[in-house]
């Protein structure tokens, strides 16, 4: 098995070429996605913005409250998902191809249906231990009979993702989506001024773009629903027994991430519902550098982790990881510096509860430190290990959560948020380095964080000289030249100039055209 022998020499040009080709594969799919992504946020944010701003911070919590909680029962579903981006890729036969796509979906939707009925018929019960009335159930039982159109889409999104479609993937998850869904909250908000019109036209349009994106990889990719052929017995017990541990694992790491929602529920307010929804849309800004990167990491990963490519997959890990590094902390001290300023944009309620943004931010960013440390847990086959992982951590997460939301409300709810998220990735890493051989640091990881000095003392001379969207934009900007500085003069490896100037040649021919 691929990762179960020591390493053996390999030869360095071919670990060069390997790795060469790994790292053209990866900026082939950040390229694109990079700007898709921030693209996606920006859209997110304008979404969030105009619900906040046009109805009470509590009825858009309850908004955020009753989707979190259908995202939650998603999330689990899609555990199903991951043996797409793990076996299409390393499928060489169309037949086959077409069966575990087909066999995926139909066990993605199975569960998802199943699901969604479940909430459907909790909902009452769920409404009266979060004290909400009929208003919160109408939104939940909206988001119920929706789940299987949000899994939907993020299923066909793993197709794309798996045959490495970059542009399709982030016409569909980056710019169809969040275009469509911006359209419904206008409308639902100036138009209809009813939050459950909003949250019904945001699971028609998941389904809708879905299926234009199945649509698509049957045309371009010939892909045809199959199921009986001699092998698709065995194909679809592999792909059960592939993901069904990393099934049950997704209910940890889900609980880990969308199991303060629950506790919103039962210990606070709909306006704490809203405020802990943006603080952790606002946090994910600094998760940009990873999302993008991680666009074609799974795949790639696989097929070198598959031919036994150890040493290439080992740089490649480092490499990405440092470029994560030094992109998520060029985002995360401006964000915290202008937190108020940020925060106004959804209103004055939630600049009230600016001080506990920086909370978000650092869950965020540790999180994203170490870079792809749990795909590649799922891709070198150790997604059992994974799921011991998560299911220690959320443990863990029961224990410390519920007395501090208890005692000390929101802030105690964002602290267990950041002690769960940095103690996830740190043991993350800790065991892939334990089982593959594999850790992301290396002393070039301390640059970023030494240059990240002169980007906080810019930005915060600039916001004592400067106020509102104007000291944002100029301290930002003299931030981020500051902090480019600081890393030239401590300077780069060859391989993270190699990426990168990769990248920079794949804008240029995508700004050329």
Known sequence: MPGDSPDVPEDEDAVERRLEDALERVA??????????????????????????????????????????????????LGFRSGLSRYLPTTDDDTDRDVIATFASLLLLSVATLFGGVLYLATPAIADVANEGPFFERLLRTFAVGLPASVWLFTVSEMLRAFEEVGPLNLVLRIGFPVTQLAVGIAGAFVFRDMVVVAAGVWVAMGMVGVAALWWLGRERGLRPRLRTPESATLCRRYVGFTTPLFFGGIAITTQRLGFYPLIAVYLSGTASGVFAVGVLVGTLVRLPLLGINQFIPPVAAALYEKGHETALRRLYHVTSRLVLVGSTGLAVPTIVYRQSIMAVFGPTFVTYAYLLPGFILAQFFASAAGSVGILLTMTDNQRALLVVNTAITVVLAIVAIPLTATYGLAGLVASYLLMLTLNNGLEVAVLYYLEGLQPLTWAHAKPLVAAIPLAVVALAVRAVLTGPLAVVVGTGFGIAAYAAAIRVLGTAPVERRLVATLVSRYRTVVGR
């Open 28 to 77: 082939h799919g950040a390229a694109v996605s990079v700007p898709a992504i921030v693209l996606e946020r920006a859209l997110n944010l304008a979404f969030t913005a105009v619900l906040t701003n046009s109805f009470a911070a509590s009825t858009y919590g309850l908004f955020a409250l009753a989707r979190r909680l259908q995202r939650y029962l998603g999330q689990v579903t």
